[in-house]
């Protein structure tokens, strides 16, 4: 069992317009930029995406904003992104802002086949709009539904050719609980290691759950926001 391709453009390769994609990452650590950047060279339009931040104005999804292939954004932090900012205010995108607890749950749930859950955040504010309410031990609490993707994007450090994935320190987030919660899962790694190089105590993603895997060159790991203190 081999699910190595040769490069991103061949792992997106039946990727098609209108497709809804879970993006991994937390800011610019652990996103999958290789496959984000095929995306954009392929020109795939109309999708949904999925990530818990929106990308900067020129790197990660910020690219797919830039050449408008989204057709909606589900996030939780947008804030550092002035190109999805005027795209919704021109009303250009849709936009779905989730509490992000609520956005990490609803693909948790959607993972382990939950279709639904209640929870107390959010109750009150524009978010409970349309929900149902239920009171569990004297607290409102609103219905939310799960989230699955028809693929999802996975940045891993680590991966062996049956799918295995290791991340690296605050990469782990949104990355492994994503790759649970799509049919089919594409992973870039840094590193391809051979069978048995990973141990099977630190695997943090099961190759069951990984469709295709490649080995990404030249990642650009950019800083978000930097700031240093004063000499």
């Not at 290791?166 to 594409?186: F, H, L």
């Not at 943090?204 to 203190?229: C, M, Q, S, W």
Request: contains cysteine; positive net charge.
């Amino acid at each position: 069992m081999d699910k190595r391709v040769a490069n991103a453009d061949l792992a997106i390769a039946r990727i098609q317009d209108g497709a809804t994609i879970l993006m991994g990452g937390f800011g610019l650590c652990g996103i999958p930029e290789k496959l984000i950047a095929a995306l954009c060279r392929k020109g795939t339009k109309d999708l949904t995406v999925a990530s818990n931040n929106a990308g900067s104005e020129d790197f990660g999804i910020g690219l797919l904003l830039q050449a408008k292939q989204v057709k909606k954004m589900i996030a939780s932090f947008v804030g550092d992104n002035r190109v999805l900012e005027q795209l919704a205010l021109r009303r250009e995108i849709d936009l779905e802002l989730n509490p992000q607890g609520t956005l990490a749950e609803r693909i948790r749930a959607g993972g382990a086949g939950i279709p639904a859950f209640f929870t107390p955040t959010g109750y009150g504010t524009m978010a409970a709009e349309g929900k149902e309410v239920r009171e569990f031990n004297g607290r409102p609490h609103i219905l939310v539904s799960a989230l699955r993707g028809h693929f999802a994007f996975i940045k891993a450090w680590k991966g062996d050719r049956w799918g295995n994935l290791i991340y690296r320190k605050t990469a782990r987030n949104y990355n492994s609980v994503m790759a649970t919660a799509a049919d089919y899962v594409i992973a870039e790694v840094e590193e391809i290691v051979e069978l048995g190089q990973l141990g099977p105590d630190n695997v943090h993603t099961p190759g069951i759950f990984v469709d295709a895997i490649f080995e990404g060159t030249n990642y650009l790991k950019p800083i978000e926001r930097r700031t240093v203190r004063k000499r």
